[in-house]
């Protein structure tokens, strides 16, 4: 599917504010289309304050996963899977999104599109992340990129398996690897050779 020019850059700008400027001058151009109706609820559902800080329930989403992920070879029991499971889908709005069938889901696409660059974004850019031997160096560029893209796998491929949410959660691994291949475009085999090793 073709995606207008705003669009394009819309699910890539990682700036909140600037996010919406750019669909309310989309909306007061197109009208409130089905469309630009969802990702207005995305927007609104997605940002957030808790305790006067900024939060974004979509990288909670994330982190969530990543909770299940780390923890699911413990004593995760079931009942708290699928409690995580819930979490995400809520944090993720894909109840919201399937109301709107077809459309829905390719919005839906597009905002966890933009939160996965946003993540990658957090990694670069924090110094812990890319950090080794307690801090006092760091990694190379391809050694994060690695590193991101095992992250990715797991997340995206593995953890979906763990919850049994691999239908629910089909569009996020779409929308990350996608995100992965277009961001690490050279570096795309990093996460492509886990993809095909666990099939």
């Not at 207008?4 to 990682?14: A, C, F, N």
């Not at 909670?60 to 899977?81: N, Q």
């Not at 709005?93 to 939160?115: Q, R, T």
């Not at 801090?135 to 190379?140: A, D, E, F, R, Y």
Request: one cysteine or more; aromatic letters at 12%.
């Amino acid at each position: 599917m073709e995606r207008k020019q705003w669009v394009e850059r819309y699910m890539r700008e990682l700036d909140r504010s600037r996010r919406k400027e750019i669909l309310d001058q989309a909306i007061s151009e197109e009208g409130d289309a089905p469309d630009n109706e969802l990702r207005e609820k995305l927007l609104q559902e997605r940002y957030g304050k808790l305790n006067s800080q900024d939060v974004d329930y979509f990288i909670r989403g994330w982190m969530s996963l990543y909770y299940v992920h780390t923890t699911s070879k413990g004593f995760f029991g079931r009942k708290k899977i699928e409690k995580e499971k819930a979490s995400v889908l809520s944090d993720w709005k894909v109840e919201l999104a399937g109301e709107y069938g077809e459309i829905g889901e390719e919005v839906l696409y597009e905002e966890l599109f933009n939160m996965t660059l946003l993540y990658f974004h957090l990694c670069e850019t924090d110094k812990n992340y890319g950090s080794i031997l307690l801090g006092l160096g760091h990694m190379k560029s391809e050694t994060l990129i690695s590193k991101i893209a095992g992250e990715v796998y797991r997340l995206a491929y593995e953890t979906p398996q763990v919850m049994n949410a691999e239908k629910e959660l089909a569009v996020f691994t779409r929308a990350a690897t996608d995100a992965f291949c277009e961001k690490y475009n050279d570096q795309q085999g990093y996460l492509m050779d886990k993809v095909r090793a666990g099939k």
